[in-house]
């Protein structure tokens, strides 16, 4: 069985940072890419920060310049920072795999359960 599973967010002030892990648990073969969205109450999810499979980078333009995946990731860890945190990047945050190959299993997305990022004073 293929799960995602975040941590690392919580209460932090403007202009602070977190750091979310994203697990990857299963007997994974290969992922197409791998990312970081979010949803804010009443808004749509969005997608903040992507990574293929070679390592080409996406960002969403309202967190470019302070939010970044680090190169760091491991073959079953993905993981989001974030600095000079804004009120109003709070929301819940997902991993997100693309193109997910398990065995004789194909996922086109799977997702993590979130984590929720408060920035508030």
């Known amino acids: 069985q293929v799960q995602l599973v975040e941590s690392g967010g919580g209460l932090v002030q403007p202009g602070g940072s977190l750091r979310l892990s994203c697990v990857v648990s299963?007997?994974?073969?290969?992922?197409?890419?791998m990312g970081w969205y979010r949803q804010a109450p009443g808004k749509q999810r969005e997608l903040v920060a992507r990574i293929t499979r070679d390592g080409t980078t996406d960002y969403a333009d309202a967190v470019k310049g302070r939010f970044a995946i680090p190169t760091d990731n491991t073959n079953d860890t993905i993981y989001l920072q974030m600095n000079s945190l804004k009120p109003e990047d709070s929301a819940v945050y997902y991993c997100?795999?693309?193109?997910?190959?398990?065995?004789?299993?194909?996922?086109?997305?799977?997702w993590g359960q979130g984590t929720q990022v408060t920035v508030s004073s």
């Open positions: 997100n795999a693309e193109g997910l190959l398990s065995g004789a299993y194909y996922w086109p997305n799977v």
């Open positions: 299963g007997k994974i073969f290969s992922i197409n890419a």
